[in-house]
T-cell receptor, first 108, second 112 residues
Framework: GIQVEQSPPDLILQEGANSTLRCNFS?????LQWFHQNPWGQLINLFY???GTKQNGRLSATTVATERYSLLYISSSQTTDSGVYFC??????????FGQGTRLTINP | ETGVTQSPTHLIKTRGQQVTLRCSSQ?????VSWYQQALGQGPQFIFQ???????GRGNFPPRFSGLQFPNYSSELNVNALELDDSALYLC???????????FGDGTRLSIL
């Protein structure tokens, strides 16, 4: 099956810093989503981005489908950005396959 | 617009018992998927229901079963609970199987 790899596994930053999270996938996909899981376990949709670039406030994402990777950018980090960021991909019409996540810690 | 709701939020069971978890899909969504998330791992696909029919299943034993009702809400049933079933169970709904999935807050299941 398709493989999804996220990097880095852990990232510790000071408030105000910028960060880039990467997601590589091993085959073509029709759906790619980025999620933020907060410390209470809630999985929040950030982007639906099978290709192209999208921006939402301090967050933006780019997916280069032909090269099978996606990037999530977080600018001017805040402590509330802490948590685990997941990339998930879908082939066809069934399951999302998740990466192992990047654990982001933003220190005040 | 009501989002995806799951109940209960927390549950404690003992080995060998049976459990039923419930999920109400987002308004207008006819597809529900269930995932299991063990501690420190990404969510793993259990199965998906589309218009009351199972539409795909992950690598989980038959003691994990489910159904979807005419209003598109769904249940996940787990029989003969094992210690390894302790996890966060997430439900997601989507407009159609190929559309973005929106997750509920999950049910945290602990097996003693």
């Amino acid at each position: 099956g398709i493989q999804v790899e996220q990097s880095p596994p852990d990232l510790i930053l000071q408030e105000g810093a910028n960060s880039t999270l990467r997601c590589n996938f091993s085959d073509s996909v029709n759906n790619l989503q980025w999620f933020h899981q907060n410390p209470w376990g809630q999985l929040i949709n950030l982007f639906y981005i099978p290709s192209g670039t999208k921006q939402n406030g301090r967050l933006s994402a780019t997916t280069v489908a032909t090269e099978r990777y996606s990037l999530l950018y977080i600018s001017s980090s805040q402590t509330t950005d802490s948590g685990v960021y997941f990339c998930a991909v879908q082939q066809g019409a069934q399951k999302l396959v998740f990466g192992q996540g990047t654990r982001l810690t933003i220190n005040p | 617009e009501t989002g995806v709701t799951q109940s209960p939020t927390h549950l404690i069971k003992t080995r060998g018992q049976q459990v039923t978890l419930r999920c109400s899909s987002q308004s207008g969504h006819n597809t529900v998927s269930w995932y299991q998330q063990a501690l420190g791992q990404g969510p793993q696909f259990i199965f998906q229901y589309y218009r009351e029919e199972e539409n795909g299943r992950g690598n989980f034993p038959p003691r994990f079963s489910g159904l979807q009702f005419p209003n598109y809400s769904s249940e996940l049933n787990v029989n003969a609970l094992e210690l390894d079933d302790s996890a966060l169970y997430l439900c997601a709904s989507s407009l159609y199987p190929t559309q973005p999935q929106h997750f509920g807050d999950g049910t945290r299941l602990s097996i003693l």
